[in-house]
């Protein structure tokens, strides 16, 4: 900007050094407003807290820092070189070039003369215009019901994790066989995959991981890697979904979980959303949590539906005599240490074969530890080496456990979890509340959101807090800029249709509106303004030269028409790359390079017109004001 205004004053005759000076001195409050804008919009980004937060801290303080810098060597360096390298040029020297800049100034001047004409129409039917684009708005913001909404994009990162589940109680054996034949299943019908890793039975006690993931006999997790996307004509979702059938065919597997992306969560992680069912009786709890399920599985778009809760295990309760145990030099930690040992085994070694991996497992046999009559027959041993059958010291019990109780917020809860595929989140949400209200719910008994659908409501609530703190920084910065509190309301008309831009981008690509989104939406309140910010110090500066109101906004835009479309130019070419890529990953920040090149192309097309519109409009108003007081005056003189 600075730059283009320096070689204007040069072709009306300056020279290098007053052009410098002259034309620097023209934008640069401009420059500094527009500067102050966008710092004013990603300053508050290194503030907010929660996933948002930690994603775009540090977009925020590198921008701040890089956009205050450029504007310190656009005021300083710019000129400086201007004034050393660049000559005096005649007027038309642009048109005295080769055939390209010959036909290049032809466009430039005809597109002068044109948005020339437009705006002394616009200027004559403000009314018209600012009415038209109102409707233009409103009608933008009827179809934002139309777009899907998600907490964040899913990218094709090449993973599927999935879970199965069989009967309680079958041996690891008969799981092994399940896997075997998984594996084979999938490997045939799915030639995408390049890694399948397997891993089934329970988990040691030193295994960390596993006993998170959740493990047990029946247990058997799947970690599925797939070609990069170039090299497959399927997505990640499609093959997720071929998984799935495939599996659901087998009779043994009674509940199955398939995840695409894997379970690493966060960015590009699958969505899923938890309701929450929370009540104090479990057995009624169960039962409202299982109808529930049952309804979400007949919602479009819902994947893989099932209620958190284990079953009711079978288990052994051995109570120890402390003072038996004492009489015989034991304590309870040596006694149940013992028992553990002949029960469940100890791990001597490890046996590999055919890149599969074998606890080799010292215990009792089968028939010496699978009855209450054979576990009371376990042999102790005191510190004397004295033998002591269990039953002499301890009392053993058969009983059903009870599952893990989880609680939040102090209350029992049972989650009954879905995960989403091809389906908007808000939709899914709305449609599990229609079930919910049809349900017959008791007063003890209450139901809420979480998972995706919880995280997507905070953030929301930040980023709208974020964009009313954005809005009205950037009306003060403007507003202590141009000491007017008139010219930065005009100025902020154009952000209407920068939104409206972003709703149109989204639909047209097919696009969510998500967390990456709304942060390109909040990028353009800084980004936007700056062509308005143009326009109108530009205009101010005109009248201040005693221009007329109408004269000044069409000398104004006419002037101002190249550096405002250089701008928005270079940032909507800068954003392409972004919208276009389709590289793994790229899925993840599409959408705010869409947000950016919708917005700021709608905004740039109707400020051209809105800001001028309402500009005459004030000074019409201010001119009809002001005659109306001098009319008074005379009557009363």
Avoid: C
Wanted: aromatic share 6%; hydrophobic share 45%; glycine share 8%.
């Amino acid at each position: 900007v600075v730059l283009e205004n320096v070689t204007t004053h040069l072709e009306r005759g300056s020279s290098p050094r007053e052009a410098a000076v002259y034309g620097t001195n023209e934008v640069a409050l401009s420059v500094v407003a527009a500067t102050l804008t966008v710092v004013a919009v990603f300053l508050p980004l290194t503030m907010i807290s929660g996933l948002s937060g930690i994603m775009f801290r540090q977009l925020g303080a590198s921008v701040t820092l890089v956009i205050v810098i450029s504007v310190l060597a656009a005021l300083s360096l710019t000129p400086m070189l201007a004034s050393r390298i660049l000559h005096l040029r005649p007027k038309d020297a642009r048109a005295q070039g080769n055939l390209v800049q010959r036909t290049i100034e032809r466009m430039l001047r005809s597109l002068d003369e044109f948005y020339a004409k437009m705006l002394t129409w616009t200027t004559r039917h403000r009314a018209l215009v600012i009415s038209l684009m109102a409707v233009v708005f409103v009608g933008s913001m009827m179809l934002v019901p139309l777009l899907r909404t998600e907490f964040m994009p899913q990218s094709d990162n090449s993973r599927i994790s999935v879970t199965a589940k069989l009967a309680t109680g079958v041996r690891v054996q008969y799981t092994g066989r399940i896997v075997d034949s998984m594996e084979r299943i999938l490997q045939a019908q799915n030639p995408e995959i390049s890694l399948l890793a397997s891993s089934y039975g329970s988990a040691s006690s030193d295994n960390l991981y596993a006993a998170f993931q959740g493990s047990g006999d029946n247990v058997i997790h799947l970690d599925i890697r797939l070609v990069k996307p170039h090299l497959r004509h399927r997505t990640m979702f499609t093959i997720s979904d071929s998984v799935r059938s495939a599996l659901q065919r087998l009779p043994e597997v009674e509940m199955l979980t398939v995840t695409p992306g894997g379970n690493q969560g966060g960015v590009g992680g699958a969505p899923s959303i938890d309701v929450n069912v929370f009540g104090y009786d479990l057995e009624r709890t169960t039962q409202i949590a299982e109808s529930l399920a049952e309804s979400m599985r007949h919602i479009p778009g819902t994947r893989d539906v099932q209620v958190k809760r284990d079953p009711f295990k079978q288990e052994y309760n051995i109570q120890f005599d402390r003072e038996k145990l004492a009489l015989h030099g034991l304590n309870t930690a040596t006694a149940a240490q013992y028992v553990r040992n002949r029960i469940n085994g100890l791990v001597a070694s490890k046996y590999r074969e055919g890149g599969k991996e074998y606890d080799i497992r010292v215990r009792y046999g089968k028939e010496f530890r699978e009855s209450m009559e054979a576990i009371d027959e376990i042999t102790l041993y005191t510190p004397t080496g004295a033998p002591l059958k269990l039953k002499d010291v301890a009392k053993v019990t058969e009983f059903f456990a009870p599952p893990f109780i989880s609680r939040e917020n102090r209350q029992r809860v049972i989650k009954v979890s879905t995960g989403m595929q091809n389906a908007s989140l808000s939709t899914i949400v709305d449609a599990i509340w229609d079930e919910v209200h049809k349900m017959d719910i008791p007063s003890d008994i209450s139901i809420g959101i979480g998972g995706t659908a919880q995280e997507q409501q905070e953030s929301q609530g930040d980023m709208g807090l974020l964009l009313v703190l954005v809005l009205v920084l950037v009306y003060i910065v403007m507003a202590s800029q141009f000491e007017s509190f008139k010219s930065p309301f005009i100025i902020m008309l154009s952000l209407p249709f920068a939104f409206s831009g972003v709703v149109l981008a989204l639909l047209f690509t097919g696009e969510a509106l998500n967390l990456i989104s709304m942060i390109g939406a909040i990028m353009l309140v800084g980004i936007a303004v700056k062509n308005g910010i143009v326009l109108v110090d530009y205009t101010n500066l005109l009248r201040e030269r005693g221009y007329s109101t109408f004269r000044a906004v069409i000398e104004g835009g006419k002037s101002r028409l190249r550096p405002v479309l250089m701008t928005s130019l270079t940032t909507i070419l800068g954003m392409l790359p972004l919208a276009l890529s389709t590289g793994e990953g790229s899925e993840v920040w599409r959408p705010m390079g869409i947000a950016v090149i919708g917005g700021l192309t709608f905004s740039t097309m109707l400020t051209l017109l809105i800001v001028p519109a309402v500009y005459a409009a004030f000074a019409g108003s201010a001119i009809k004001s002001a005659r109306k007081k001098e009319q008074k005056k005379l009557l009363r003189k």
